[in-house]
């Protein structure tokens, strides 16, 4: 079935560091790729998505490639702030199914 | 503002009791989704719907079950409370239509069972 495997964390940065978050993906046929932010208390934002290969979603600062030859959807941010820290959470939306598959999230703790 | 919301932030429950924890829409979605958060182990689909009345059990149905009697509002149940079901429990709400459709969350209703 559709899986998504993302980096384990605790990740912890100083401010202005540059982040990497890795998620690759198996799936079936040609699915749609989102991260997705969860901030301290609170639910599930959307922060980017991208629907086809080599598209690549922005948005804050932070951007992701859709890759098929490498089935990866990497996050990636130049310089991160400490209101980045957060829980990350990539996910694939496939066309057999309704629902989003996530992976198991990663923490960002961004330190000043 | 579309809106996701969800009736408890918290709520603590004893073991065996019936828990309705409710959800509510207003961006006129068609399909509506349960999951439940636990460290280690990201999110995971309980039920889902795709039209009033209609279900479908994702990946760890058990000890659940879910009603949509109105288009705006899904709830979901557990018929007798466990202390493995504290939980945190996410609503979401996404258009139906193609699969890139993005979801929107609820804040979140954080359970414990006593």
């Known amino acids: 079935g559709d899986s998504v495997t993302q980096m384990e964390g605790p990740v912890t940065l100083s401010e202005e560091a540059f982040l990497t978050i890795n998620c690759t993906y198996t799936?079936?046929?040609?699915?749609?790729l989102f991260w997705y932010v969860q901030y301290p208390g609170e639910g599930l934002q959307l922060l980017l998505k991208?629907?086809?290969?080599?598209d690549k979603g922005s948005n804050k600062g932070f951007e992701a490639t859709y890759r098929k030859e490498t089935t990866s959807f990497h996050l990636e941010k130049g310089s991160v702030q400490v209101s980045d820290s957060a829980v990350y959470f990539c996910?694939?939306?496939?066309?057999?199914?309704?629902?989003?598959?996530f992976g198991k999230g990663t923490s960002l703790l961004v330190t000043p | 503002d579309v809106k996701v919301t969800q009736s408890s932030r918290y709520l603590v429950k004893r073991t065996g009791e019936k828990v309705f924890l409710e959800c509510v829409q207003d961006?006129?979605?068609?399909?509506m989704f349960w999951y439940r958060q636990d460290p280690g182990l990201g999110l995971r689909l309980i039920y889902f719907s795709y039209d009033v009345k209609m279900k479908e059990k994702g990946d760890i149905p058990e000890g659940y079950s879910v009603s949509r009697e109105k288009k705006e509002r899904f709830s979901l149940i557990l018929e007798s409370a466990s202390t493995n079901q504290t939980s945190m429990y996410l609503c979401?709400?996404?258009?139906?239509?193609?699969?890139?459709?993005?979801?929107?969350f609820g804040q979140g209703t954080r359970l414990t069972v006593v």
């Open positions: 979401a709400s996404s258009l139906s239509g193609p699969s890139w459709t993005e979801a929107f």
């Open positions: 991208a629907t086809k290969a080599d």
């Open positions: 961006m006129d979605h068609e399909n």
């Open positions: 799936a079936t046929g040609y699915p749609s």
């Open positions: 996910a694939l939306s496939s066309n057999s199914g309704y629902a989003l598959n």
